[in-house]
């Protein structure tokens, strides 16, 4: 399975925008980005996913560099609702996601 | 629909008792999986099934045994626990065959084997 690294925690205040990095230098090119986020003491739940181009949902946008090599998940305006794991996944044509570390996104007010 | 659930949400066992995780989703999803968390880490894949009667192993499957025998349930069973195995277990579920497919996960269920 292709690697993502992430930073290990970032800070923001509410109602800024947030950017999380994620490189991913051995994606294939099958491979989706996906991101999940982990609220405290609750299972992951889905945010977005993307295959080439940048794509936009309720809760986020995700930008894919042109080599796919990298992939920043966006949060337009932070909430303290946000303070969560993010989680950056490359997922192949099985069904498996495997979870690194993740990047700890902490939200002042 | 209820999604995605997990019983119990607590457990607390003694070395070398066994017991059943029970997982369960009503949305008619081919795949699940079970998860374990331990303390600042991110989750390991036990075992994973593609549908009923159907499972594989995934990162760490010793000390865990699946089974699949509907769509709907897939329970996690330890024969024997240790305290290893204390950590916080979810199961997930999604539609199966597409890279894009979301996987909705329970809410977990928190074991301490002493």
């Known amino acids: 399975d292709a690697k993502t690294t992430q930073p290990n925690s970032m800070e923001s205040n509410e109602e800024e925008p947030v950017h999380l990095p994620c490189n991913h230098s051995?994606?294939?090119?099958?491979?989706?980005i996906h991101w999940y986020r982990q609220l405290p003491s609750q299972g992951p739940e889905y945010v977005i996913h993307g295959l080439t181009s940048n794509v936009n949902n309720r809760m986020a946008s995700l930008a894919i560099a042109e080599d796919r090599k990298s992939s920043t998940l966006i949060l337009h305006r932070a909430t303290l609702r946000d303070a969560a794991v993010y989680y950056c996944i490359l997922r192949d044509n099985t069904d498996k996601l495997i979870f690194g570390t993740g990047t700890r996104l902490q939200v002042f007010p | 629909n209820a999604g995605v659930t997990q019983t119990p949400k607590f457990q607390v066992l003694k070395t070398g008792q066994s017991m059943t995780l029970q997982c369960a989703q009503d949305m008619n999803h081919e795949y699940m999986s079970w998860y374990r968390q331990d303390p600042g880490m991110g989750l390991r894949l036990i075992h994973y099934?593609?549908?009923?009667?159907?499972?594989d192993q995934g990162e760490v499957p010793n000390g865990y045994n699946v089974s699949r025998s509907t769509t709907e349930d897939f329970p996690l069973r330890l024969l024997s626990a240790a305290p290893s195995q204390t950590s916080v277990y979810f199961c997930?579920?999604?539609?199966?065959?597409?890279?894009?497919?979301?996987?909705?996960f329970g809410p977990g269920t928190r074991l301490t084997v002493l």
């Open positions: 997930a579920s999604s539609s199966t065959g597409f890279a894009y497919n979301e996987q909705f």
């Open positions: 051995t994606i294939s090119g099958t491979d989706y």
């Open positions: 099934s593609v549908g009923a009667g159907i499972t």
